[in-house]
């Protein structure tokens, strides 16, 4: 199973950005959809989490600015992101929990797209 993200770039405070993340490979299905991010000396954090069923969650610091969504028909989510901020500036990673053909679940990571922020 292969994670790809793309959509990051350079972008002034106010603005907005849209990520994408494609799945491919040996998919039965894909339960939840993260996006996670780590900026230069920090942990890595979660941002903001989707279910199959659709269900989300955001990290407080993103609340209210970024919408997390998925496609199960092509295996795929985005992360739009609004009125982003300097403090946004990070590397930002999907994660899937997947399931595939042979049933076993695992997680798999994107290599990340980095989003910088700055006047």
């Known amino acids: 199973v292969q994670m790809a993200e793309s959509g990051g770039g350079l972008v002034q405070p106010g603005g907005s950005l849209r990520l994408s993340c494609a799945a491919s490979?040996?998919?039965?299905?894909?339960?939840?959809m993260d996006w996670y991010r780590q900026a230069p000396g920090k942990q890595r954090e979660l941002v903001a989490g989707?279910?199959?069923?659709?269900?989300?969650n955001y990290a407080d610091s993103v609340k209210g600015r970024f919408t997390i969504s998925r496609d199960n028909a092509k295996n795929t989510m985005t992360l739009q992101m609004d009125s982003l901020k300097l403090e946004d500036t990070a590397r930002y990673y999907c994660?899937?929990?997947?399931?595939?053909?042979?049933?076993?679940?695992?997680?798999?990571w994107g290599q990340g797209t980095q989003v910088t922020v700055s006047s």
């Open positions: 490979g040996s998919i039965f299905e894909i339960n939840d």
């Open positions: 994660k899937a929990r997947v399931r595939d053909l042979f049933i076993r679940l695992n997680d798999y």
């Open positions: 989707i279910t199959r069923s659709g269900s989300a």
